[in-house]
Structure formats: C-alpha cells, structure tokens
C-alpha cells in the first residue's frame, strides 16, 4: 500500500518520492517533500461530502487530541471533586444528617478519575492519528484517478 500511495502522492506532488538511500543520505530534504504532499493532500480533501470517511475520522482523531490534552486538567479536577464529595458526605454523617448526594458525586468523580488516568494515554490517541493517516492516503488514489478523468475529457 505504502508504495501504491508513494505513486499516487509523488503524481500529485509532480516529483519523485526520495528512495530509501535518499531518505538515508538526508532525512531532512527527504521529510520535507513528505510534508508537502501531505499538505498538498490535505488541501485538496477539504470537500467534507465528498470525503465524510476522512472528516470523520478528522473529527475523531480531534476529539482524541484534545482529551489528551486536557488530562492532566481532567485529572486535578475529578481529583478535587472526589475529595471535596468524599468530604462533604463525611460531614453529613459527622451532622448525623446522612445523604446519599455527595457518595453518588464522589462515584462519579472516582469514576472519571480512572478514566482519565487509565484510558487517556499516548497510545490511546494514535489509533485514531493512524486510522486518520490511513484515510487520508487512501483518498490518493481518488484524486490521481479523479484527476485522470479531467485530462481525459479535456484531451
């Protein structure tokens, strides 16, 4: 698949893909010309109905990116409320007025607390960065052939 998309992107692109020995002469050069028919590939899916698989994924990877981001904040915060829920029903049972409030907001807080420290990971955001990548280069052979077609009724 990996060399279907390098023919498909470096068609795009109108350049050759740098070969192995080239990468390894100078990685540099060789991630610049990815960048760009990256970016190239990126402007050119921008058409949301036409490419919705991507957009979703897009979405999707977003959502994921963002919830990394705000771990350490998601943390702290179900963190406190556990706490302070923890102790506010300590002090009704210390008021010898029990209520089951603030067990059911310390539940909950315990409950986002392990998630966020046991589902927001590194690793939990590269499924969608890779299922996005996927797309994204799937939709090559779209436009190459799409493009072939606009040639095809001009000539």
């Known amino acids: ?18 070969s192995a020995v080239e990468e390894a002469a100078d990685p540099r050069k060789a991630d610049e010309v990815y960048n ?6 990126i402007g050119r899916t921008r058409d ?8 979703k994924e897009n979405i999707h990877y977003g959502f994921c990116r963002n919830l990394f981001a705000l771990r350490s904040l998601g943390i702290a915060l179900s963190l406190l409320g556990f706490i302070l829920s923890s102790a506010a029903g300590i002090w009704c049972i210390h008021l010898r007025d029990p209520k089951i409030t603030p ?3 310390a539940s ?4 986002f607390l392990f998630w966020w420290i046991g589902t ?8 969608p960065a890779f299922a996005y990548a996927e797309r994204l280069f799937e939709s090559t052979e779209k ?7 606009e040639e095809n009724v001009k000539g």
């Not at 760009?36 to 590939?41: G, T």
């Not at 436009?143 to 077609?149: D, G, H, L, N, P």
């Open 1 to 18: 698949m990996r060399e279907r998309w390098h023919k498909s992107l470096s068609k795009l692109l109108g350049r050759e893909f740098p």
């Open 36 to 41: 760009a028919s990256v970016k190239l590939q």
């Open 103 to 105: 067990w059911v907001c």
């Open 108 to 111: 909950a807080c315990g409950l």
């Open 48 to 55: 949301t109905k036409k490419y919705s698989l991507l957009f």
């Open 120 to 127: 927001i990971k590194g690793p939990w955001v590269k499924i």
């Open 143 to 149: 436009i190459a052939r799409s493009k072939k077609e």
